[in-house]
């Protein structure tokens, strides 16, 4: 990890891979002011607290991300079912959708940055497992193709 940008936390710089820039978030759940305790649920991060005028951070979590968790879960699991059942890698494209978002809340602070490790290795395996099985079907069409020409 190089890159501990304070200038940019919002992730707004660097996002080819993983999706389009986005805007600040909104504190969802109960989320008091770090200055007066004033509640910020619903108020959107980098705003200024209503009560106090601190400006509304992100929330310092530990907990791995369960997004993330379940875009790792199938990308494996869509990578493993290449070579299982077949149809298994159609988990592909939902672990690289799952991976997107957990992404996104890593890079906005809403999810500890162990996470966007765990869902860039959840997008890769899904674009992996998504690729391969494209490839596969339009192996098996090629051959179907063939036999009835021969
Ligand atoms: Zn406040």
Redesign the pocket.
């Known amino acids: 990890m190089d890159d501990t940008d304070h200038h940019d936390p919002y992730g707004f710089g660097d996002d080819a891979e993983l999706g389009a820039p986005l805007a600040p978030p909104i504190h969802r759940a109960a989320y008091p002011?770090v200055?007066?305790g004033?509640e910020l649920a619903g108020m959107t991060v980098g705003g200024a607290?209503p009560?106090?005028g601190?400006t509304i951070g992100v929330v310092a979590t530990t907990q791995t991300s369960a997004l993330a968790a379940w875009a790792l879960g199938l990308g494996i699991t869509s990578l493993a079912g290449l070579f299982m059942c077949g149809f298994l890698a159609l988990a592909g494209p939902l672990a690289m959708f799952l991976a997107k978002r957990a992404a996104r809340d890593a890079k906005l602070g809403l999810a500890p940055p162990s996470s966007l490790g765990m869902a860039k290795g959840g997008w890769w395996c899904g674009l992996i497992a998504t690729v391969l099985f494209v490839g596969m079907i339009a192996i098996y069409v090629v051959l179907i193709v063939f036999r009835r020409f021969w």
């Open positions: 002011c200055h007066c004033y607290c009560e106090c601190q």
